[in-house]
């Protein structure tokens, strides 16, 4: 993903480096008429009554400082003074010294340049130099007008530091710019202070211009529809500028997949310098594509696919894909299973912004032909038609509920009489039974879900959480006696390690919540995306299921220290445990002696590929729940992973 933002273009405040108070007691910008080094040296006053000779031209090397004492505080205390004094007692005395700590003091910033030295003699040879000081005048309070975006009381914790102390420039300047750099942390970079005065009682106004967004202009969209951008802008003209909520919208608009390249610029307004405009740059990309592909995986085996997607149709930002898919059928498969083809079609619409809200809805049509995974030696067939309604929640950003609504029809054949009436046999289980295995129909499904996501990055996560629950309700058209209703759901946290590592903890669970569940629509577990180790279903199938894995993940070791290839950036290396067990065990476990529950250890390889998501390779041995004469071990393949 390529998001760019370009330097705002727009004029920053200098910071303040001398105030002083006008004839209106106004504290503006600017420089003393002379500066200290130029004044303070007529205020080293020798004292006459002393006798001492101090002045310019006469040499005072035979005389040492004997001590410093402070006059004329009253709100700062004479130690903080004396901490900027670098005389020790004994240095030898020189205006020149005395010149630069009067200036040291003066730096400080709570006094006025009427300040005197005088020097006071104590002995022929020593003398102690007073100091006397006036302060300026104490602030008693701070107005605060021009906030809208955050609160007084936050800003004033900036500022009541300063309350009841004389003003003090060199605070005053840090405070300014800790409130801009507060408030640019919270998203509003384009919020300064313009103006501090005081009045007469002490207390000291400070103004600020948040950053008011003047219009905002698109630039670069010629496929793409006007209103297809705007409606991912969620930022208004006329509300304070704020980054936070500008990169959420260049997200937005960059999740359409119609565009390359996302950026943004501000420029103050010339006509209205309290505005500033902010223009939207945008790069189109093809979104329009016909694709050729292949791969293997557990469940398809060696696949072939095409198909046609535009992921901004008719410029709508509108999703139109048609995918075809014929697969050899399950690699690796035990007895149980067909060496039968896969054949998939697919086809689907996604629309982002149903009507203009933030409701999105897809539609899809499918069919499929495959050798069953949960029915042995038997040939499923499935098609269908289904919707989806999904809403994000306002006050829970990370949150999306969503609708389902489907109907299809499940159709099993038989695929193997003679093998699995000698199945039957073997157990001493009744060939009627077979006809409760082979019991498909049409459904009519009711599926409310609910997702929270808080990754970092969906393609290769290391920090956040990824949870979902999902209830079905299958309701049988064809023999109301059938129906059924079942729920499931899973979280999945993401932990970093050191820098590009991670590990992963996963819980799933699902089961029956009512009616007889047909052995097809039955949970599985064994093979890729669910406890590795096993072949597909080779664990067990059932009417619930409880598992959990643990995996880590990292790149090559030192990897970079060999080659600057860029793709190798892509391939991380896994380590797992996978544990599971299967509830409400069905016919085929018992003709085909399934452990039901197993532990699994193993190590694997995931190849990101842009837009596909992880392929994983992994291989996994059983720990646990391996009958006696079966072989330990296996390979899983997959595309994605599963949550």
């Given at each position: 993903?390529?998001?760019?933002?370009?330097?705002?273009?727009?004029?920053?405040?200098?910071?303040?480096?001398?105030?002083?108070?006008?004839?209106?007691?106004?504290?503006?910008?600017?420089?003393?008429?002379?500066?200290?080094?130029?004044?303070?040296?007529?205020?080293?006053?020798?004292?006459?009554?002393?006798?001492?000779?101090?002045?310019?031209?006469?040499?005072?090397?035979?005389?040492?400082?004997?001590?410093?004492?402070?006059?004329?505080?009253?709100?700062?205390?004479?130690?903080?003074?004396?901490?900027?004094?670098?005389?020790?007692?004994?240095?030898?005395?020189?205006?020149?010294?005395?010149?630069?700590?009067?200036?040291?003091?003066?730096?400080?910033?709570?006094?006025?340049?009427?300040?005197?030295?005088?020097?006071?003699?104590?002995?022929?040879?020593?003398?102690?130099?007073?100091?006397?000081?006036?302060?300026?005048?104490?602030?008693?309070?701070?107005?605060?007008?021009?906030?809208?975006?955050?609160?007084?009381?936050?800003?004033?914790?900036?500022?009541?530091?300063?309350?009841?102390?004389?003003?003090?420039?060199?605070?005053?300047?840090?405070?300014?710019?800790?409130?801009?750099?507060?408030?640019?942390?919270?998203?509003?970079?384009?919020?300064?202070?313009?103006?501090?005065?005081?009045?007469?009682?002490?207390?000291?106004?400070?103004?600020?211009?948040?950053?008011?967004?003047?219009?905002?202009?698109?630039?670069?969209?010629?496929?793409?529809?006007?209103?297809?951008?705007?409606?991912?802008?969620?930022?208004?003209?006329?509300?304070?500028?704020?980054?936070?909520?500008?990169?959420?919208?260049?997200?937005?608009?960059?999740?359409?997949?119609?565009?390359?390249?996302?950026?943004?610029?501000?420029?103050?307004d010339e006509e209205n310098p309290e505005v500033y405009n902010?223009?939207?740059?945008?790069?189109?990309?093809?979104?329009?594509?016909?694709?050729?592909?292949?791969?293997?995986?557990?469940?398809?085996?060696?696949?072939?696919?095409?198909?046609?997607?535009?992921?901004?149709?008719?410029?709508?930002?509108?999703?139109?894909?048609?995918?075809?898919?014929?697969?050899?059928?399950?690699?690796?498969?035990?007895?149980?299973?067909?060496?039968?083809?896969?054949?998939?079609?697919?086809?689907?619409?996604?629309?982002?912004?149903?009507?203009?809200?933030?409701?999105?809805?897809?539609?899809?049509?499918?069919?499929?032909?495959?050798?069953?995974?949960?029915?042995?030696?038997?040939?499923?067939?499935?098609?269908?038609?289904?919707?989806?309604?999904?809403?994000?929640?306002?006050?829970?950003?990370?949150?999306?509920?969503?609708?389902?609504?489907?109907?299809?029809?499940?159709?099993?054949?038989?695929?193997?009489?003679?093998?699995?009436?000698?199945?039957?046999?073997?157990?001493?289980?009744?060939?009627?039974?077979r006809a409760k295995q082979l019991q498909g129909g049409l459904?009519?499904?009711?599926?409310?879900?609910?997702?929270?996501?808080?990754?970092?990055?969906?393609?290769?996560?290391?920090?956040?959480?990824?949870?979902?629950?999902?209830?079905?309700?299958?309701?049988?058209?064809?023999?109301?006696?059938?129906?059924?209703?079942?729920?499931?759901?899973?979280?999945?946290?993401?932990?970093?390690?050191?820098?590009?590592?991670?590990?992963?903890?996963?819980?799933?669970?699902?089961?029956?919540?009512?009616?007889?569940?047909?052995?097809?629509?039955?949970?599985?577990?064994?093979?890729?995306?669910?406890?590795?180790?096993?072949?597909?279903?080779?664990?067990?199938?059932?009417?619930?299921?409880?598992?959990?894995?643990?995996?880590?993940?990292?790149?090559?070791?030192?990897?970079?220290?060999?080659?600057?290839?860029?793709?190798?950036?892509?391939?991380?290396?896994?380590?797992?445990?996978?544990?599971?067990?299967?509830?409400?065990?069905?016919?085929?476990?018992?003709?085909?002696?399934?452990?039901?529950?197993?532990?699994?250890?193993?190590?694997?390889?995931?190849?990101?590929?842009?837009?596909?998501?992880?392929?994983?390779?992994?291989?996994?041995?059983?720990?646990?729940?391996?009958?006696?004469?079966?072989?330990?071990?296996?390979?899983?393949?997959?595309?994605?992973?599963?949550?």
């Amino acid at each position: 993903m390529l998001i760019t933002q370009a330097s705002p273009s727009y004029a920053l405040t200098p910071k303040w480096k001398f105030w002083e108070k006008n004839k209106k007691n106004n504290i503006e910008q600017g420089t003393p008429k002379q500066s200290p080094n130029d004044t303070l040296w007529e205020n080293i006053q020798p004292d006459k009554q002393q006798n001492l000779q101090a002045e310019k031209n006469v040499s005072t090397s035979d005389i040492k400082f004997h001590s410093v004492e402070i006059v004329g505080n009253s709100l700062i205390e004479s130690s903080e003074i004396l901490d900027a004094v670098k005389i020790k007692p004994g240095d030898p005395y020189s205006v020149e010294a005395v010149q630069q700590n009067l200036k040291a003091i003066y730096d400080l910033g709570y006094f006025t340049e009427k300040m005197r030295a005088i020097p006071i003699k104590v002995d022929d040879k020593s003398i102690k130099l007073q100091i006397i000081v006036q302060e300026n005048i104490p602030i008693t309070d701070f107005s605060i007008t021009g906030n809208d975006s955050i609160a007084t009381g936050d800003l004033l914790q900036i500022l009541n530091s300063m309350v009841n102390k004389p003003q003090n420039i060199n605070k005053i300047n840090d405070a300014i710019q800790e409130i801009q750099e507060y408030y640019a942390s919270q998203g509003y970079i384009l919020a300064r202070v313009t103006a501090v005065t005081d009045d007469p009682d002490g207390m000291v106004n400070i103004d600020i211009d948040e950053g008011k967004i003047g219009s905002i202009v698109i630039e670069g969209n010629k496929k793409t529809k006007d209103f297809v951008v705007k409606r991912n802008i969620l930022t208004q003209p006329g509300t304070i500028y704020n980054e936070n909520l500008i990169k959420q919208d260049l997200m937005r608009l960059y999740g359409t997949q119609a565009f390359k390249d996302v950026k943004r610029t501000i420029e103050r307004d010339e006509e209205n310098p309290e505005v500033y405009n902010v223009t939207i740059h945008l790069e189109e990309q093809r979104t329009g594509t016909i694709s050729l592909g292949g791969g293997l995986d557990t469940a398809t085996g060696l696949f072939g696919t095409g198909g046609f997607t535009d992921n901004n149709f008719r410029g709508t930002g509108q999703r139109v894909s048609l995918s075809l898919l014929a697969g050899t059928g399950v690699v690796m498969a035990d007895s149980s299973m067909l060496n039968r083809a896969n054949l998939q079609a697919e086809i689907s619409w996604f629309e982002p912004k149903l009507r203009g809200t933030d409701n999105s809805l897809m539609i899809k049509a499918f069919g499929r032909d495959f050798a069953s995974y949960q029915i042995p030696l038997a040939v499923e067939q499935r098609f269908g038609i289904e919707s989806t309604i999904s809403r994000a929640f306002v006050n829970f950003p990370h949150l999306v509920g969503s609708f389902g609504i489907g109907l299809e029809n499940v159709h099993v054949k038989e695929g193997d009489a003679n093998q699995i009436s000698k199945l039957y046999a073997a157990h001493n289980i009744p060939i009627s039974e077979r006809a409760k295995q082979l019991q498909g129909g049409l459904f009519l499904s009711l599926s409310p879900s609910l997702i929270y996501d808080t990754r970092d990055n969906s393609t290769l996560p290391r920090n956040g959480v990824f949870a979902n629950v999902r209830f079905d309700e299958e309701i049988a058209l064809d023999g109301f006696e059938n129906t059924f209703g079942k729920l499931s759901g899973g979280i999945k946290k993401y932990y970093p390690v050191a820098k590009k590592s991670s590990v992963s903890l996963a819980f799933r669970a699902g089961g029956k919540i009512h009616g007889d569940m047909p052995e097809v629509m039955a949970y599985r577990l064994g093979g890729p995306y669910t406890v590795r180790g096993f072949r597909m279903s080779g664990i067990g199938t059932g009417s619930g299921f409880m598992m959990g894995s643990a995996e880590f993940q990292t790149p090559i070791p030192f990897i970079d220290r060999i080659t600057d290839a860029k793709f190798l950036d892509n391939i991380r290396i896994a380590a797992f445990i996978d544990a599971g067990q299967i509830y409400g065990s069905t016919v085929t476990n018992e003709i085909y002696n399934r452990p039901i529950h197993a532990i699994t250890a193993g190590v694997g390889v995931r190849v990101f590929v842009p837009g596909v998501g992880p392929l994983a390779i992994d291989w996994g041995y059983p720990l646990t729940g391996v009958p006696n004469g079966t072989s330990k071990g296996a390979f899983t393949f997959g595309i994605g992973e599963f949550y």
